[in-house]
């Protein structure tokens, strides 16, 4: 999973953008576009694919279209060690996530780590402590269902957190709702720390330009 936050850097050629997209679809290769509310960037394409060659090829074709990356964030979708039991569908829902989610145009990205700090250390708990706190965790972010889809990506030895969080929501209260009630939890309010957040909305890549270029 690629996250490529976007300016403008001059005219940007909206046709050869459409082909690259549509290429990458026809390769197996998801992308969702967002207009970026705030200065971080403009635009975000989030790319998923099993081919790196692919995702990479993609980037260089947003370059190459008229966009500067400002930040991007580089991941793979999994599943948790603590996910023992979950159903399949569950399973592959998180490996193999089908996007964007229909009737969740909120948009929102994070990076996040768990602390190692002299006092709350994540990575000193025993294995059943981490379960305990990260089931209580889940249990809070199922009560978002249908308001909120979360997509957690592991980024360890990959980028500079531990983690990319991708949230979709019905609206964008909804986004703020969920990340708030659960930094209260223990996993969280203890153990987590945040990067630099991402707010948007999904649209088509038409609908994204007319929004970013206007």
Known sequence: MLH?????????????????????WTNGVQVVTAAILGAKADVCFMVLGENLWDVRRFQSEVQAAGFKVAESYVSLTEVSE???????????DRLFPKLPP??????????????????NN????????????????????????????????????????????????????????????MRFDEASALYADFGVFYTGLVGTLEEVLDATLA
């Open 4 to 24: 490529l936050f976007c300016h403008p850097k001059g005219k940007v050629d909206a046709r050869a953008l459409r082909k690259a997209i549509d290429e990458a």
């Open 82 to 92: 603590y996910a023992a039991g979950m159903p399949e569908k569950m399973l592959n």
């Open 102 to 119: 229909d009737d969740m145009k909120a948009f929102c990205f994070y990076p996040m780590s768990k602390r190692r700090g002299d006092v």
């Open 122 to 181: 994540w990575y000193m708990l025993s294995y059943e402590e981490r379960e305990n706190l990260m089931r209580g965790h889940g249990a809070i972010g199922r009560t978002f269902k249908g308001r909120v889809l979360q997509l957690i990506s592991g980024s360890s030895g990959l980028d500079d957190w531990e983690w990319g969080v991708t949230l979709f929501g019905v609206h964008v209260d909804d986004l703020k709702e969920c990340v708030y009630t």
